[in-house]
C-alpha cells in the first residue's frame, strides 16, 4: 500500500487563465523551505464569482493560501472581497503591477486572459524547439548537433536533458550529447563553433550521490560500478578531455538548479 505525503502547507493557484504563471511563483517560494512539501492546487479559467465562493471555502476548510493571477477586474475584486469574508490569504500577484503599469503608461489594461498564451510567431517557435530538444535528446540522431543553435556535453546525469528542455522554453534550439568512455563522440562535435557548444561538468562526490540515488529509484544496489568514484573520475576525465579539444566553455552544475545553469547559458549565448 502506497503512504500518501501529507502536506505542510495547501496552497490554491487561482486564475482566469491557464494558471501557469502563478504556479510557478508558488514553487519558486515553496523551494526556498525544502523540505517541506506543499500541495499545490490550481484553478484555472475561473468565469465568474460562484467559482470563487467555491474556492474560498475549499481554502477556508483546509486552511489554505491562496495565490490568484485574475486580470478581469470584477473577479480581482469579488476575491478581495471574499478573502475577508472568510478569513483566508489571498495573494494578488498581477493586481497591483497591472494598476501601476496603468498609472505609468498613462492607458486602461486590456483586462483580457491568457493573452501571453496566444498563438503567435514567438508561441510556434517555442513549440518547434521543445520538439527539436525531444528529438535529438541524448544524441538519439547525431544530425541535430549540425542544426542546433546549443549543444551540451556532459557525462551521465549532469541535468543535460532538463536543461534541454528549460532553454527550449526560451526558443533555443538544443541537442545533448552523452560522453562515454566505450563511446566515441559524433565526429559532427568536432566541426562546430566552439561557442555553440556548453560542456556540463560536477563534483565528483556530488554526482556520486545523485547516482546513487537514481540507482535507488531504479531497484537496483548503491554498489554498482556506475555510482563507484573510481568510474565517475574516469569518466569526468575524458569528458574534459573532450571539452578540452573541442575549446568549448565548460559549466559546473554541482549544487545549481537548472534555471542557474540555463542562466549562465544564455548568458554565454548573448555574448
Known amino acids: 500500500m502506497v503512504k500518501s505525503l501529507k502536506s505542510d502547507v495547501v496552497i490554491f493557484v487561482v486564475s482566469d487563465s491557464a494558471g501557469d504563471t502563478g504556479e510557478l511563483v508558488v514553487r519558486a517560494a515553496v523551494a526556498q523551505f ?3 512539501y506543499a500541495d499545490i492546487r ?3 479559467f475561473i468565469q465568474n464569482e460562484e467559482s470563487l465562493v467555491k474556492v474560498m471555502e475549499q481554502a477556508r476548510s483546509l486552511k489554505a493560501i491562496i495565490l490568484y493571477t485574475l486580470v ?3 473577479l480581482r475584486e469579488c476575491m478581495n472581497t471574499l478573502s475577508v469574508k472568510y478569513e483566508v490569504v489571498a495573494i494578488d500577484l498581477l493586481g497591483p503591477l497591472i494598476d501601476n503599469l496603468e498609472k505609468s503608461i498613462g492607458r486602461p489594461s486590456r483586462h483580457e486572459p491568457g493573452l501571453n498564451h496566444v498563438l503567435d510567431e514567438d508561441y510556434f517557435r517555442k513549440v518547434e524547439a521543445v520538439e527539436f530538444a525531444v528529438r535529438y535528446d541524448d544524441a538519439k540522431d547525431t544530425s541535430g548537433v549540425l542544426k542546433a543553435d546549443i549543444v551540451l556535453v556532459g557525462v551521465s546525469r549532469t ?3 532538463p536543461l534541454s528542455m528549460y532553454l527550449a522554453h526560451r526558443k533555443y534550439k538544443v541537442a545533448n550529447v552523452p560522453l ?3 563511446v566515441k563522440p559524433p565526429d559532427e562535435l568536432f ?3 566552439p561557442k555553440k557548444v556548453i560542456g556540463l561538468t560536477i563534483d565528483t562526490h556530488y554526482l556520486n550521490v545523485i547516482r546513487k540515488e537514481r540507482l535507488k529509484a ?4 548503491g554498489s554498482a ?3 563507484t568514484n573510481e568510474r565517475i573520475e574516469r569518466e569526468l576525465a575524458y569528458a574534459g578531455e573532450i571539452m578540452k579539444r573541442i575549446g568549448c566553455v565548460v559549466i559546473d552544475v554541482s549544487h545549481r538548479a537548472v534555471e542557474e545553469t540555463a542562466s549562465l547559458v544564455m548568458e554565454h549565448m548573448r555574448k
Open 34 to 36: 525544502h523540505p517541506v
Open 42 to 44: 490550481r484553478v484555472s
Open 218 to 221: 531504479l531497484g537496483l544496489p
Open 225 to 227: 560500478a556506475y555510482a
Open 159 to 161: 541535468s543535460k536533458t
Open 72 to 74: 478581469i477586474p470584477q
Open 191 to 193: 566541426t562546430l563553433p
Open 180 to 182: 562515454f568512455p566505450e
